[in-house]
């Protein structure tokens, strides 16, 4: 048999152009885990393991041997298995190009164009794009310009929607992107290091790292070309791998296995990215060999795919096909079918995922599918094999099976060409079909599973009465249900009737019987309002079509038509904005000043181009060293419960345990601590008792990562929970319990003024019951009363308490999201000393933890962190307890021992943002000038206290931006049973930035006021400012706030955009538009940070300081500031000294007491003791320089070192920077936004960013900062859903469940300008901070969201709607579609129909 014949035992294949050949493997290995552990290639990327990141995007290149050519196509390496990359090639980022061979334009590009911050997602960034350029090429035609590449725009776009980055904000991607794109505007591409302002568009182009295709692209060599085409197909006892090529030689496989071997059928493994199996199976059989299953046939009853056909291929196919044969019914049910085809998931995942998969998790595992949805409605059918039995069954019928036998196979799908019926009648026309397929998620491009998904087809006719409904079939899925169902009383209702207001109205009724949630489901209610919304947009399309149909009809049917179509005019525009480019356009403004030079140049990020090559060495890329181990975490998942005992499920997984660490191996002399913040020492391990869910109760340590995660994963923990006290979880329960923290005296933020007398100063007020009027019911009497004798008031007040929680705000939390999870590595070392790599923002902090905790002097422990892969604060004390039980591990067992955090576990321990609830008391007058404000803000800190008693500083800090007259505040900060949350950028200033907007939205949703006007009349004088922020307000000055804010008017033009805001929302129904604008004032507090600057004999020079490089450009800053502040010996040969310094890895015991890197200032503080190092040096070289130019008449810089070398000077120069004031500083903003009132989707269609950066060191840095800060901003407002189950244990935790923002969700159109306010004396070279004040500012998508949906409210209003129609409420965060929707009414359908009935 052919099978046998070439059939071999050894796995071959390339890697970069090295042969590989693997004689024995388990067959589950995935290539990401052979490339990390195996080869030197670590480019490739951990960031998910479930196909949600591209950070482990790969090429792969392979020879297909249906279409007898060489494939390229990316692929997530997390979930490829290895044995299924027999015969192929594998392409990395490293071997695109790299330091020593020279980077490849790729690579250069994204450095130039400041497309890498950390660095951790941009391999995969890279490989994505190469990708594209690379099937771009195999294109026949369209002028190639630019990069000479045939990419196009909305391609390189598209390239990289399924990569996440939590740094950028993507707009820089996307134009190092569409750099290489041949029909991209040079003038759309955005700051970059390549030209200047001014250069032409041909100069531009000229700038550019040069790509060419036949250069840059190719990467198979043809050896291997041979080989593959061999075609050596992997049938292996040892690896327990098959790759049957014949649907015989697979029955023979599956029948003559006994009983009990548990078989696997694999093609591209992507469901494991879903299902995360754990079980072992004894065969693997891989049925991408089997040409019958990989086929396309068509004959005159419609096409056939195979099922082992990739969802890419199907895309494909179907687009040529309907190319091919234009305007005929399976013409617009195959296009629609790709369009929405390529909205799941993302490309890499498309380019493995099968079909037949697919539909196999669908049936089998009730994965919520939009392809079986689509076939659906299509009327496909499939073709299963069991035994030796084919059977062709419909879709639906294949669905309503029990779960299919493992040893069935699922053959192909057929997709039948649909004919429109012939319609007999008095007036006759032919009948037209009409198909249409629909999809809600959080994500418009893909990479994200519905909420609902839906697709409808009808067969429409005219006759003298009107639309003529024939026959529809309406199929729909995702919503909460087993699988996808039809509709059938619909269907049946619909079928012969006459469309008109009143058929679409029971239509409606009859789709909310049939599209029903199974129990549990989340926003059920949501799932069915949008089933609604989807067969309301599909019915509303008719008229349109069925003009199109009349065409040489009567006169008397025209005229019936144009009737019907003026009646459905009135749904007026409900297509949203699909076809928006992604990015459609984006403008920076910075202004460089030289006074520093090069101090204040947009130069690239340090590091920014072996970033991308993936040369840049992350603590997992460091190579394990000798007998090195792995560990992972075991958590508790309960809140409070005693631990009697940890074992493993089974004897196999507990035999490849090397150790279980707990509590009990901390050594006598140690301290069960896992970190230490400035309040206070926290436990590594949990005690007897655990205290939250996510408490760490063991680490868990084995020969590979992959088991150690197993193990931890297979951990059963007996749990007692017999007379314990129940856990607190609320902050009501807290505050039941009195479970508090203290929050030191010093630590408390000052209140301003008497809050009384600014009460009895208001003409209105609203009240907070807990806090004004004690109990509830008296609270309730006593606002009547205000009502009475306040009679212009009485409305408002009436309206407040219907709306009863206007005065309460509820806050959650948001996850990091770091792409590089928690990892580190712990080395003994001689004379009980231990080194730990650490991913980690304060390592001295971990160095004194671990220390503590062997109970080591200091000196002992020597911790190293060369750069952080994303950090947002989440590597601040959260790093501290994996790097401590990592030394631990490795002190008890005398070992290196590693581990790298699974996203899940990451997820579930890491705390994140803190949740709280806030309720208010103001006054005001009648002109909205706010007199007197109390807040009650209950904080929920967790267990530990961490940094949560600085809390309510950070809060009112942000908070005091506008002058509220009086302000008074109580806040607690409550401990509970929950994971212990921590700082994350921005912590506090971004809930009270938000909790004051929120409280003038309400003031002038009361005083029907606008909101702008609100705002306006609420801004700080410099007087008021003093008095509320003291020393930090600086001097009047520096007040920059009011001209940012008329300067955002006037750049923005803001008040034609609030006119052409209505206008649109006049006209449009399901539209609707809000638009904002949004001051912040961020307090930042500069830390004592140490430097060391020694100069090398040939001049080069190294830097230490205390922060960390994250991808916040710290190190590219010290990097300018140092090659400046030694420019002042004014020697020759100085100009070009910023490519002399290096940046050295931070080293506990080089450079000690170097504090977190947290708070937006460690990169100016670090200048600024780079820059003391300097002024040291400079006044040491300057005696010996004066006499050498004395004598030579110039001196140049190397001369001038190595004479110094000789005459002994001292060219190393320590320093600790103490800041002798705190700074604050002063941004401002406006955006817009777009809601869809039918899905409640948002989309931003634009954003402009003024923002006050001083002078800022490196506008290309800090415009980086702004964007990247922004739409984090934007993921914790609009995106970013942290949920908990009722234990308190974390439940989005994974790329399916936790949505950060994609390029597909940032503003359409994207502007900052970074402003230069010029001097500042007291701040380091005049700069400002740049890391997390821009964060605040996204607080402004969410008040145009309030905006959008008010007016949404007012139309409701306007159709006779009773409920949602108060236009105060207070709008939930983050406002994600189901909750847009249900604030803009989960029945505005309907309300609108009972409208149009009545009138008719
Ligand atoms: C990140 C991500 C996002 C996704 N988003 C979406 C989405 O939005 N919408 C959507 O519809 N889908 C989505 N998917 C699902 C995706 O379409 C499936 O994972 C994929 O199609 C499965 O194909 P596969 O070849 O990888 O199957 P595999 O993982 O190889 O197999 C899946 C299962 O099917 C069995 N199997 C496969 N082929 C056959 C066959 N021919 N006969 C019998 N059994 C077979 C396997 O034994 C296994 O049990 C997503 C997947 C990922 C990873
Ligand atoms: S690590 Fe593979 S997609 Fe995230
Ligand atoms: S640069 Fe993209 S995740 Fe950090």
């Known amino acids: 048999m052919e099978a046998a014949l070439n059939s071999t035992d050894l796995l071959v294949f390339e890697v970069n152009r090295e042969k590989f050949e693997v004689p024995e493997i388990d067959p589950s290995t995935t290539l990401l885990e052979?490339?990390?552990?195996?080869?030197?290639?670590?480019?490739?990327?951990?960031?998910?393991?479930?196909?949600?990141?591209?950070?482990?995007?790969?090429?792969?290149?392979?020879?297909?041997?249906?279409?007898?050519?060489?494939?390229?196509?990316?692929?997530?390496?997390?979930?490829?298995?290895?044995?299924?990359?027999?015969?192929?090639?594998?392409?990395?980022?490293?071997?695109?190009?790299?330091?020593?061979?020279?980077?490849?334009?790729?690579?250069?590009?994204?450095?130039?164009?400041?497309?890498?911050?950390?660095?951790?997602?941009?391999?995969?960034?890279?490989?994505?794009?190469?990708?594209?350029?690379?099937?771009?090429?195999?294109?026949?035609?369209?002028?190639?310009?630019?990069?000479?590449?045939?990419?196009?725009?909305?391609?390189?776009?598209?390239?990289?929607?399924?990569?996440?980055?939590?740094?950028?904000?993507?707009?820089?991607?996307?134009?190092?992107?569409?750099?290489?794109?041949?029909?991209?505007?040079?003038?759309?591409?955005?700051?970059?290091?390549?030209?200047?302002?001014?250069?032409?568009?041909?100069?531009?182009?000229?700038?550019?790292?040069?790509?060419?295709?036949?250069?840059?692209?190719?990467?198979?060599?043809?050896?291997?070309?041979?080989?593959?085409?061999?075609?050596?197909?992997?049938?292996?006892?040892?690896?327990?791998?098959?790759?049957?090529?014949?649907?015989?030689?697979?029955?023979?496989?599956?029948?003559?296995?006994?009983?009990?071997?548990?078989?696997?059928?694999?093609?591209?493994?992507?469901?494991?990215?879903?299902?995360?199996?754990?079980?072992?199976?004894?065969?693997?059989?891989?049925?991408?060999?089997?040409?019958?299953?990989?086929?396309?046939?068509?004959?005159?009853?419609?096409?056939?795919?195979?099922?082992?056909?990739?969802?890419?291929?199907?895309?494909?196919?179907?687009?040529?096909?309907?190319?091919?044969?234009?305007?005929?019914?399976?013409?617009?049910?195959?296009?629609?079918?790709?369009?929405?085809?390529?909205?799941?998931?993302?490309?890499?995942?498309?380019?493995?995922?099968?079909?037949?998969?697919?539909?196999?998790?669908?049936?089998?595992?009730?994965?919520?599918?939009?392809?079986?949805?689509?076939?659906?409605?299509?009327?496909?059918?499939?073709?299963?094999?069991?035994?030796?039995?084919?059977?062709n069954i419909t879709m639906e019928k294949f669905l309503g099976r029990p779960p299919l036998d493992p040893k069935s196979v699922l053959l192909s799908v057929h997709i039948p060409f649909l004919e429109p019926t012939r319609v007999d009648g008095s007036v006759q026309t032919s009948s037209r079909l009409l198909f249409e397929t629909y999809r809600a998620a959080p994500r418009p491009l893909g990479n994200a599973l519905p909420y609902l998904n839906a697709a409808f087809l009808a067969d429409i006719s005219l006759n003298k009465n009107g639309i003529l409904v024939n026959s529809?079939?309406?199929?729909?899925?995702?919503?909460?249900?087993?699988?996808?169902?039809?509709?059938?009383?619909?269907?049946?209702?619909?079928?012969?009737?006459?469309?008109?207001?009143?058929?679409?109205?029971?239509?409606?009724?009859?789709?909310?019987?049939?599209?029903?949630?199974?129990?549990?489901?989340?926003?059920?209610?949501?799932?069915?309002?949008?089933?609604v919304g989807f067969v309301f947009a599909f019915l509303s399309s008719f008229p349109s079509v069925a003009s199109s149909i009349s065409g040489n009809s009567s006169e008397e049917l025209n005229g019936s038509l144009l009737e019907r179509a003026a009646e459905f005019n009135e749904c007026g525009n409900i297509s949203p904005n699909g076809n928006l480019p992604l990015l459609s356009s984006a403008k920076q403004v910075i202004k460089s000043c030289r006074d520093y030079y090069p101090v204040g140049e947009p130069m690239p990020k340090y590091g920014a181009a072996i970033q991308a090559s993936g040369e840049a060495v992350y603590v997992d890329d460091i190579p394990s060293p000798p007998n090195c181990l792995h560990g992972a975490l075991i958590y508790s998942t309960k809140p409070l419960a005693r631990v009697k005992s940890i074992s493993f499920k089974s004897n196999s997984q507990a035999n490849e345990v090397a150790a279980v660490i707990s509590v009990k191996d901390i050594p006598g002399e140690g301290e069960n601590i896992g970190s230490l913040a400035m309040f206070g020492p926290e436990p590594l391990f949990a005690g007897d008792v655990t205290r939250c869910a996510g408490d760490l109760l063991a680490f868990v340590v084995a020969a590979t990562q992959k088991n150690a995660n197993l193990a931890a994963k297979m951990a059963l923990v007996d749990y007692d929970t017999e007379g314990l006290d129940p856990p607190i979880l609320t902050v009501e329960e807290a505050v039941q319990k009195s479970s508090f923290f203290d929050v030191p005296p010093f630590m408390h933020p000052a209140k301003v003024g008497d809050f009384s007398k600014g009460m009895a100063e208001a003409d209105h007020k609203i009240l907070s019951a807990e806090e004004e009027l004690g109990p509830v019911s008296l609270a309730f009497g006593r606002v009547m009363e205000v009502c009475e004798t306040i009679s212009i008031c009485v409305m408002l007040f009436v309206g407040f308490w219907e709306s009863s929680l206007g005065n309460k705000i509820k806050l959650g939390s948001q996850y990091y999201f770091y792409m590089e999870t928690q990892t580190a590595l712990a080395v003994p070392d001689e004379d009980n000393c231990m080194v730990v790599y650490s991913s980690s923002q304060c390592p001295?902090?971990?160095?004194?933890?671990?220390?503590?905790?062997?109970?080591?002097?200091?000196?002992?422990?020597?911790?190293?962190?060369?750069?952080?892969?994303?950090?947002?604060?989440?590597?601040?004390?959260?790093?501290?307890?994996?790097?401590?039980?990592c030394a631990l591990a490795a002190h008890k067992l005398r070992r290196p021992v590693r581990i790298y955090l699974g996203r899940k576990t990451d997820m579930i321990i890491a705390g994140g943002r803190h949740p709280m609830k806030i309720t208010y008391s103001v006054g005001f007058k009648s002109n909205g000038k706010i007199t007197a404000l109390h807040l009650d803000i209950l904080i929920n800190a967790g267990i530990t206290q961490d940094i949560s008693p600085a809390m309510p500083t950070f809060i009112i800090g942000a908070f005091k931006k506008y002058n509220w007259g009086a302000l008074s505040f109580d806040i607690k900060v409550c401990k509970t049973n929950l994971i212990s949350r921590s700082a994350m950028r921005g912590p506090g200033d971004v809930q009270g930035t938000f909790i004051a907007e929120a409280i003038i939205e309400h003031v002038a949703s009361l005083l029907s006021m606008e909101v702008d006007t609100v705002r306006e009349i609420n801004f700080h004088t410099y007087e008021s400012l003093k008095l509320f922020y003291r020393s930090a307000s600086g001097e009047s000055i520096e007040y920059t706030l009011p001209s940012i804010w008329d300067k955002v008017e006037r750049t923005s033009s803001f008040v034609q955009r609030v006119k052409t805001t209505e206008q649109f929302n006049q006209v449009n129904i399901w539209l609707k538009r809000g638009i904002s604008r949004v001051p912040i004032v961020h307090e930042v507090l500069v830390r004592p940070t140490p430097g060391k600057v020694s100069i090398l004999s040939d001049g080069s020079i190294v830097v230490e300081v205390g922060g960390i490089e994250m991808g916040q450009g710290l190190s590219t800053k010290v990097q300018q500031v140092t090659a400046y502040a030694l420019s002042l010996i004014q020697c020759d040969g100085t100009e070009d000294l910023v490519e002399k310094v290096?940046?050295?890895?931070?080293?506990?015991?080089?450079?000690?007491?170097?504090?977190?890197?947290?708070?937006?200032?460690?990169?100016?503080?670090?200048?600024?003791?780079?820059?003391?190092?300097?002024?040291?040096?400079?006044?040491?070289?300057?005696?010996?320089?004066?006499?050498?130019?004395?004598?030579?008449?110039?001196?140049?810089?190397?001369?001038?070192?190595?004479?110094?070398?000789?005459?002994?000077?001292?060219?190393?120069?320590?320093?600790?920077?103490?800041?002798?004031?705190?700074?604050?500083?002063?941004?401002?903003?406006?955006?817009?936004?777009?809601?869809?009132?039918?899905?409640?989707?948002?989309?931003?269609l634009r954003a402009d960013i003024v923002y006050d950066c001083g002078q800022s060191m490196n506008p290309a840095v800090d415009l980086g900062q702004i964007e990247g800060a922004f739409v984090q901003g934007l993921g914790f407002f609009m995106l970013e859903e942290y949920l908990h189950n009722s234990d308190g244990l974390v439940v989005t935790d994974s790329t399916w469940t936790y949505k950060i923002p994609t390029i597909d969700t940032i503003p359409k159109q994207f502007n900052v300008e970074v402003l230069n306010s010029g001097h500042h004396h007291k701040r380091v070279l005049s700069s400002k901070a740049s890391g997390e004040p821009p964060l605040l500012l996204a607080v402004s998508v969410h008040c145009a969201t309030r905006a959008a949906i008010k007016a949404a409210r007012k139309q409701l209003k306007s159709w006779g709607g009773s409920e949602g129609t108060d236009l105060v409420f207070q709008l939930d965060v983050p406002a994600t579609m189901p909750v847009v929707k249900q604030f803009c009414g989960l029945d505005t359908v309907e309300t609108y129909l009972k409208y149009l009935l009545s009138k008719s």
């Open 34 to 391: 052979f490339l990390r552990s195996r080869t030197r290639f670590k480019s490739v990327k951990l960031g998910c393991g479930e196909g949600g990141c591209g950070a482990c995007v790969v090429l792969l290149t392979k020879y297909d041997p249906v279409l007898k050519q060489v494939e390229n196509i990316t692929v997530s390496s997390c979930l490829t298995l290895l044995c299924s990359v027999n015969g192929c090639s594998i392409t990395t980022s490293e071997s695109l190009g790299n330091s020593k061979d020279g980077f490849h334009p790729i690579h250069q590009r994204f450095a130039g164009f400041h497309a890498s911050q950390c660095g951790f997602c941009t391999p995969g960034m890279c490989m994505s794009l190469f990708s594209a350029l690379v099937n771009a090429e195999k294109r026949p035609s369209l002028d190639a310009s630019p990069g000479d590449s045939k990419l196009t725009v909305s391609e390189a776009e598209k390239a990289i929607s399924g990569n996440l980055c939590r740094c950028t904000g993507y707009r820089p991607i996307a134009d190092a992107c569409k750099s290489f794109a041949a029909d991209v505007d040079m003038e759309d591409l955005g700051i970059n290091s390549f030209w200047e302002k001014g250069d032409s568009k041909e100069v531009r182009v000229s700038k550019l790292p040069a790509y060419n295709p036949r250069d840059h692209a190719f990467p198979y060599t043809e050896v291997f070309k041979d080989e593959c085409l061999a075609a050596r197909l992997l049938n292996s006892n040892k690896h327990s791998w098959y790759s049957p090529v014949t649907i015989e030689e697979l029955q023979s496989m599956l029948q003559s296995d006994k009983n009990g071997t548990r078989i696997k059928l694999i093609v591209g493994n992507t469901g494991d990215g879903y299902y995360k199996e754990t079980e072992k199976y004894d065969k693997y059989i891989d049925l991408r060999y089997i040409p019958e299953l990989s086929v396309v046939r068509m004959d005159n009853s419609g096409i056939e795919f195979g099922a082992t056909l990739s969802i890419s291929k199907v895309v494909q196919y179907l687009r040529e096909k309907s190319k091919a044969n234009f305007d005929t019914g399976e013409d617009m049910v195959f296009t629609k079918i790709a369009e929405h085809m390529e909205k799941i998931a993302s490309g890499f995942i498309r380019n493995s995922a099968s079909l037949g998969g697919n539909l196999l998790m669908a049936q089998k595992k009730y994965f919520p599918s939009d392809i079986v949805t689509l076939l659906l409605a299509a009327g496909s059918s499939v073709s299963i094999l069991t035994g030796d039995k084919r059977e």
């Open 472 to 531: 529809v079939r309406f199929a729909f899925g995702a919503y909460g249900t087993e699988h996808s169902i039809r509709a059938r009383k619909v269907e049946k209702y619909l079928a012969g009737k006459i469309l008109n207001v009143g058929v679409i109205d029971e239509t409606v009724k009859l789709v909310k019987g049939d599209v029903v949630s199974k129990d549990g489901t989340s926003h059920a209610a949501y799932r069915s309002s949008l089933a």
């Open 844 to 885: 001295e902090f971990a160095n004194r933890v671990i220390a503590r905790c062997l109970g080591f002097p200091e000196h002992n422990v020597r911790v190293i962190t060369r750069r952080v892969g994303g950090g947002f604060g989440g590597k601040g004390l959260k790093s501290m307890p994996v790097a401590t039980a």
């Open 1142 to 1244: 290096r940046v050295l890895q931070t080293d506990t015991l080089s450079l000690v007491q170097g504090g977190f890197t947290a708070g937006s200032t460690t990169s100016e503080s670090s200048c600024e003791a780079a820059r003391l190092c300097c002024q040291v040096l400079v006044e040491r070289l300057a005696p010996l320089k004066e006499k050498l130019q004395e004598e030579m008449g110039s001196v140049k810089w190397d001369v001038l070192i190595l004479q110094s070398n000789q005459q002994n000077v001292n060219l190393a120069a320590n320093a600790y920077f103490i800041p002798d004031s705190s700074s604050s500083q002063y941004l401002n903003y406006g955006a817009a936004v777009e809601v869809n009132i039918l899905t409640g989707e948002t989309t931003i």
